[in-house]
């Protein structure tokens, strides 16, 4: 299995708390996505980062942010946590054009 | 809209049996097509990547082609065992710097021993 640490596995939190989550990589890959999975939605794509520093907005970017500092960690952040993003967050890597991307074990998010 | 169609939903064969999977696309934009498997409560692993100019790839039991001329790509599991049950997701691969992914909703396979 590729290297991806996802962090927390599992979440808890109330509707308007600040929250991020953590992908951690260990392969070096320079591209790093944040999806979300929903039922009758399938897997949609919030962000994503072309290296470091260098991000963009995917299908779904309304009430997150990300940052990626160094190559390792990409960080999703939801600013004010609303219901309608409990949900599960995969983080994706992939090594450059044309490869294929791997994904992490996933974060479970419930936001009540 | 880019659009990834998936079918069956859902699929139900005896154990030992050869199955196609369909996927579908709308989008002139997806070039390429990855395939993946899920299990209950897991993450997504790579099964196969078919490059725009392979038309077909090779994993084991597993053969999946593309023909973009049509948008279509076809899963096909040979000797389907029950440890293949799961969910399995096509995703077009969209041209341009991101190469994000644009998945279907997904066919459940269950294989019954």
């Known amino acids: 299995d590729a290297g991806i640490t996802q962090s927390p596995r599992h979440k808890v939190t109330e509707t308007g708390t600040p929250v991020t989550l953590r992908c951690h990589q260990t392969?070096?890959?320079?591209?790093m996505y944040w999806y979300r999975q929903d039922p009758g939605h399938g897997l949609r794509l919030i962000h994503y980062?072309?290296?470091?520093?260098?991000?963009d907005k995917g299908e779904v970017s309304d009430g997150y942010s990300v940052s990626r500092s160094k190559t390792e960690d990409f960080l999703l952040t939801l600013e004010s946590a609303t219901s309608s993003q409990t949900s599960v967050y995969f983080c994706?890597?992939?090594?450059?054009?044309?490869?294929?991307?791997?994904f992490g074990d996933g974060t479970r998010l419930s936001i009540l | 809209k880019q659009e990834v169609t998936q079918i069956p939903a859902a699929l139900s064969v005896p154990e030992g049996e050869n199955l196609v999977l369909n996927c579908s696309f709308t989008?002139?934009?997806?070039?390429?097509l990855q395939w993946f498997r899920q299990d209950p409560g897991k993450g997504l692993t790579s099964l196969l990547l078919?490059?725009?100019?392979?038309r077909e790839q090779t994993s084991g039991r597993l053969n999946a082609s593309l023909d973009k001329s049509s948008g279509r790509s076809t899963l096909y599991i040979a000797a389907s065992q029950p440890g293949d049950s799961a969910t399995y997701l096509c995703?077009?691969?969209?041209?341009?710097?991101?190469?994000?992914?644009?998945f279907g909703k997904g066919t459940k396979l269950t294989v019954n021993p």
């Open positions: 994706a890597i992939k090594e450059g054009p044309r490869q294929p991307q791997h």
């Open positions: 392969e070096n890959h320079r591209y």
């Open positions: 980062s072309y290296g470091v520093k260098d991000t």
């Open positions: 989008d002139s934009a997806i070039y390429n």
């Open positions: 078919i490059q725009s100019s392979q």
């Open positions: 995703a077009g691969v969209t041209q341009g710097g991101s190469e994000k992914l644009v």
